[in-house]
């Protein structure tokens, strides 16, 4: 069992950051892949971000490429989400996943386990 609990959520305006995080805890052996999904009302789940727990490698989905920045500090347990210039369309519950192995994936089925998620909302 893998238990998760993001924070960071928060309104800002256009063009603001804002910095997530996600504590992990539970069966934290091995090799496994933290990633950020969101959901806006009314739409699917999505994929932003993911990182091999172990390397740091990375995976970015096209709207986050270039304005976020997903990392983790091992000595906590913890992977971040840096967001850079904030965009209206950003506004939606971003949830933190987990899921053994080094594959980088994209897809909801792929991940064993999930965080609460916490709310972003940017006004324009």
């Known amino acids: 069992q893998v238990h998760m609990v993001e924070s960071g959520g928060g309104l800002v305006q256009a063009g603001d950051s804002l910095r997530l995080s996600c504590a992990v805890s539970?069966?934290?052996?091995?090799?496994?892949?933290l990633a950020w999904f969101r959901q806006a009302p009314g739409q699917e789940r999505e994929f932003v971000a993911a990182i091999t727990w172990n390397a740091g490698n990375t995976k970015y989905a096209d709207s986050a490429k270039g304005r976020f920045t997903i990392s983790r500090d091992n000595a906590k347990n913890t992977v971040y989400l840096q967001m850079n210039n904030l965009k209206p369309e950003d506004t939606a519950v971003y949830y933190c996943?987990?899921?053994?192995?080094?594959?980088?994936?994209?897809?909801?089925?792929?991940?064993?386990?999930w965080g609460q998620g916490t709310q972003v909302t940017v006004s324009s």
């Open positions: 539970g069966r934290t052996i091995g090799s496994y892949v």
């Open positions: 996943s987990w899921r053994q192995g080094t594959r980088l994936a994209t897809w909801t089925a792929e991940y064993e386990f």
